[in-house]
């Protein structure tokens, strides 16, 4: 969402400097930058969802923060990852490992001047995960993450299913809405008497074979 953003930005910044601010496309461009910063402010009120996404990517973790939030940005980085660190000792942190957590430690003025966000217990897998250094992943796709905390030899056993949970929400409803425009295609009157669970096993075979994971083998 910052790439969307900084990318409106340089475009509306060009027409003021082109002398057409007033151009249709600069207009759309304005008028889309002021959307598009409504949803981000909204999306300061789910870091454990939004910003997680981003921190449980291997290639970026609390390093990608640390290089793109900065400015103004950057009093937003300790809030964001006391945010996620809550949705994790809260909701996915083995019971046997949770202590009461102390108070957050004040930065230092080395602290402050790096950006670093200072933690008390290293030996948490959360913490030892977001402040490692990134991982080089093959591709930058879905598939290679995923597969980086599916791997047998994770590092991070832990995390592993909330790194799932997160990873696995779709950026938009899109796909999500375009299965009820095919299952309603799949419901014709000949076929009204099907069974919910049967339209839904039928559909979701539908979305696995457009997706490669399964092949119809022909008899």
Excluded at 141 to 164: G, I, N, Y
Excluded at 184 to 205: F, G, V
Aim: net charge neutral; charged share 25%; aromatic share 10%.
């Amino acid at each position: 969402m910052e790439g969307l953003i900084d990318e409106m930005e340089r475009v509306i910044e060009a027409y003021k400097l082109s002398g057409k601010p007033t151009d249709p496309l600069a207009l759309a461009h304005d008028r889309a930058w002021a959307k598009l910063q409504k949803y981000y402010q909204l999306s300061d009120n789910d870091y454990n969802l939004y910003a997680a996404a981003t921190l449980f990517a291997p290639e970026s973790r609390m390093a990608y923060f640390d290089r793109n939030w900065t400015g103004q940005l950057a009093p937003y980085k300790k809030t964001m990852l006391e945010c996620v660190r809550r949705e994790w000792v809260n909701n996915y942190k083995p019971l046997q490992d949770r202590v009461e957590m102390p108070p957050p430690l004040k930065p230092s003025m080395r602290d402050r001047q790096l950006g670093r966000i200072p933690v008390r217990d290293k030996g948490d897998q959360f913490n030892t995960y977001v402040l490692s250094s990134p991982s080089e992943l093959a591709y930058s796709d879905e598939e290679h993450v995923l597969a980086f905390w599916d791997h047998d030899k994770c590092q991070f056993p832990q995390l592993r299913q909330m790194a799932f949970d997160l990873l696995s929400i779709p950026a938009t409803s899109c796909s999500c809405e375009r299965i009820f425009s095919s299952t309603k295609k799949m419901i014709s009157p000949a076929m009204s008497s099907l069974k919910d669970d049967t339209i839904e096993l039928r559909e979701c075979l539908r979305q696995w074979l457009k997706a490669g994971l399964v092949e119809l083998q022909l008899l």
